[in-house]
Nanobody, 115 residues
């Protein structure tokens, strides 16, 4: 298992940028598929972006071209660079790690996009 801690959330104006980080502690971070999810009030949690152990990525259509997921295995950290933020990006963002039957979640970080 890995323990996951998100950081980097906050309040930003529309059109602004934020970079989220997910720091992992535990064994074998590099073999985990990592992902960012988000949950807005009254809505279901949804996948934002994912990155495999080999570095392949996929994105939700709503964030393609604006968000970039990356990982630094030497630092046991995953990132989400968010540009051109919109009010509809407002949500709690969660980090998830998965490997075979194992799945671990962080506690989330709030992102609010508002003028």
């Amino acid at each position: 298992q890995v323990q996951l801690v998100e950081s980097g959330g906050g309040l930003v104006q529309p059109g602004g940028s934020l970079r989220l980080s997910c720091a992992a502690s535990g064994r074998d971070f590099s073999v985990y598929t990592m992902a960012w999810y988000r949950q807005a009030p009254g809505k279901q949690r949804e996948l934002v972006a994912a990155i495999t152990s080999g570095g392949s990525t996929n994105y939700a259509d709503s964030v393609k071209g604006r968000f970039t997921i990356s990982r630094d295995n030497a630092k046991n950290t995953m990132y989400l660079q968010m540009n051109s933020l919109k009010p509809e990006d407002t949500a709690v963002y969660y980090c998830r790690g998965s490997y075979v039957a194992l799945t671990d979640w962080g506690r989330g970080t709030q992102v609010t996009v508002s003028s």
